[in-house]
């Protein structure tokens, strides 16, 4: 009995690791299409003075270990330029950007989605812009887009 207690725990224990182990590797996937999105969109900010143009490549954070496994969402932090941000107009058009990209790169949604990348949540912090971006690849990043939508 001891023996299959053991194998059981060994089974659940490895497949534990090889099932972190792919969402890490879909994830990064993710974080890479939503970086080159975000960096083709970045002169935006930066001709409108809303963002300092980054000394280096900018970098973003997972926001799922917040929301749960799967979740293709990132966080970019910018330092804030010399304008007043209009938060409204800076998501209309960042959505409507980063889509234009997904069109021009035929970058693939989860089943039909309106938009492959939206914006949901940007704020500023102690001379930081803020700005959340979910990749909608997958049933987990739709659910939570949904869920956002309806704390709004």
Do not use: C
């Given at each position: 009995?001891?023996?299959?207690?053991?194998?059981?725990?060994?089974?659940?224990?490895?497949?534990?690791?090889?099932?972190?182990?792919?969402?890490?590797?879909?994830?990064?996937?993710?974080?890479?299409?939503?970086?080159?999105?975000?960096?083709?969109?970045?002169?935006?900010?930066?001709?409108?003075?809303?963002?300092?143009?980054?000394?280096?490549?900018?970098?973003?954070?997972?926001?799922?270990?917040?929301?749960?496994?799967?979740?293709?969402?990132?966080?970019?932090?910018?330092?804030?330029?010399?304008?007043?941000?209009?938060?409204?107009?800076?998501?209309?058009?960042?959505?409507?950007?980063?889509?234009?990209?997904?069109?021009?790169?035929?970058?693939?949604?989860?089943?039909?989605?309106?938009?492959?990348?939206?914006?949901?949540?940007?704020?500023?912090?102690?001379?930081?812009?803020?700005?959340?971006?979910?990749?909608?690849?997958?049933?987990s990043t739709a659910e939570y887009v949904?869920?956002?939508?309806?704390?709004?």
């Amino acid at each position: 009995i001891v023996a299959i207690v053991v194998a059981v725990l060994v089974y659940l224990l490895v497949h534990r690791m090889i099932s972190k182990r792919a969402i890490s590797i879909i994830t990064n996937d993710a974080q890479k299409v939503t970086d080159a999105a975000m960096n083709d969109v970045l002169p935006i900010l930066i001709e409108r003075d809303y963002i300092e143009t980054p000394d280096s490549q900018f970098a973003s954070e997972t926001v799922a270990n917040m929301w749960g496994a799967g979740v293709m969402a990132f966080e970019y932090q910018f330092t804030v330029g010399p304008n007043k941000i209009n938060f409204d107009e800076v998501r209309w058009q960042l959505n409507s950007q980063l889509n234009t990209y997904a069109d021009q790169n035929d970058i693939q949604s989860y089943e039909d989605v309106d938009r492959i990348f939206i914006v949901t949540d940007l704020w500023t912090y102690l001379d930081q812009l803020h700005i959340d971006v979910a990749y909608v690849v997958n049933e987990s990043t739709a659910e939570y887009v949904k869920d956002l939508a309806k704390l709004s």
